[in-house]
């Protein structure tokens, strides 16, 4: 066997700054994918609320944005009010217990939101938040 010599040298991949790119972008994706909400329409304008209590969503939670042109986005998907029974269904089967949470227009018609409203109730879900949008939202700490 032939030993290296002092002139030869090995070639090493330098494995640990490889590895901290990596550990970089898969924090930077968690992140990303934690941070970001793709069932919630940017295009809606939330009505204002003097005041009101600040709600987490859970992931298991069902958003139903109904836009301006009475157009029902199912968590960032186009739905027909007469498919959204069956898309209500399937998410109750996965989620029985989860919440749905309906985002509506300001200028959006009461009729609609009502429909809408009726639908789920004939699913089954018995809790819908109806957030509010505001310049200043307070959070009520009473008891």
């Not at 972008?25 to 609320?49: C, H, K």
């Amino acid at each position: 066997m032939r030993s290296l010599s002092q002139e030869e040298e090995s070639f090493d991949i330098p494995l640990t700054p490889l590895i901290d790119v990596v550990f970089l972008l898969l924090i930077f994706f968690l992140v990303v994918a934690n941070v970001s909400r793709p069932e919630i329409d940017q295009t809606i304008t939330l009505p204002a609320a003097g005041n009101g209590a600040k709600t987490e969503w859970a992931n298991s939670a069902i958003v139903l944005n109904l836009r301006r042109d009475e157009t029902l986005v199912v968590n960032g998907r186009v739905v027909a009010l007469a498919e959204l029974p069956r898309r209500l269904a399937e998410w109750r089967e996965k989620f029985p217990q989860g919440r749905a949470v309906m985002r509506g227009d300001a200028d959006t018609n009461y009729a609609q939101v009502m429909s809408v409203l009726s639908v789920c109730r004939a699913a089954g879900i018995e809790q819908v938040d109806l957030p509010a949008g505001s310049s200043e939202v307070k959070i009520n700490n009473s008891q």
